[in-house]
């Protein structure tokens, strides 16, 4: 069975940092490219970072770009978002997935991003 | 960026009814390599979303063939023949063929 399971959210300050994990299992993680999409409180799905297999390629939206750094484990089939300078639009669920098909979905984890 | 635009927002149904949702897009989908690359999602209240049709018409493994997806270049199409309760929720289009991903803002389909 696919598992991704994400880890390492809660409430943090603005302009502060955090890190998140996602842990996959059940199918083989370093042949997929994987991304981080966001879904902030009733608003629809943000596409957040993209990692290709190996790790040496990224892509970013404007909106994090500079602040978010996506990577990934593949020995430890764990993918990892760095989230640094945190503003209030980032409170979040964010989602680990497969790409280029989303057809792989973690449960998600809140970050929240308040004084 | 390119831009998906889902009709209706908002979709009222009766069991057994079908429906149709649109997604047009800003520019084409047509990858160069051949393939089209858009998507159909179904976020149900409360969980994460799932895939249900991908590159357009093929349907994800485990999903009722009551869903289908049609469409070339910058219109698409997913048609639900006979809705079902279980099919409630949200439903997005997905763009992977050109970067940066984006979505649709999404269609809520809700019993009438």
């Known amino acids: 069975e696919v598992q991704l399971v994400e880890s390492g959210g809660g409430l943090v300050q603005p302009g502060r940092s955090l890190k998140l994990s996602c842990a996959a299992s059940?199918?083989?993680?370093?042949?997929?490219?994987m991304a981080w999409v966001r879904q902030a409180p009733k608003k629809g799905l943000e596409w957040v970072a993209t990692i290709s297999t190996s790790g040496s390629r990224t892509y970013y939206p404007d909106s994090v770009k500079g602040r978010f750094t996506i990577s990934r484990d593949n020995a430890k089939s764990s993918l990892y978002l760095q989230m640094n300078s945190l503003k209030s639009e980032d409170t979040a669920t964010y989602y680990c997935?497969?790409?280029?098909?989303?057809?792989?979905w973690g449960q998600g984890v809140m970050v929240t991003v308040s004084s | 960026d390119v831009v998906l635009t889902q009709t209706p927002p908002t979709l009222s149904a009766t069991i057994g009814q079908s429906v149709s949702i649109s997604c047009r897009s800003s520019q084409s989908l047509l990858h160069s390599n051949g393939n089209t690359y858009l998507h159909w999602l179904l976020q149900r209240p409360g969980q994460s979303p799932q895939l249900l049709i991908y590159s357009v018409s093929r349907l994800e493994s485990g999903v009722p063939n009551r869903f289908s997806g049609s469409g070339s270049g910058t219109d698409f199409t997913l048609k639900i023949s006979g809705v079902e309760a279980e099919d409630l929720g949200v439903y997005y289009c997905?763009?992977?063929?050109?970067?940066?991903?984006?979505f649709g803002a999404g269609t809520k389909l809700e019993l009438k």
């Open positions: 997935a497969s790409h280029p098909l989303f057809d792989y």
């Open positions: 997905v763009q992977g063929t050109h970067a940066p991903n984006t």
């Open positions: 059940g199918f083989t993680f370093s042949n997929y490219y």
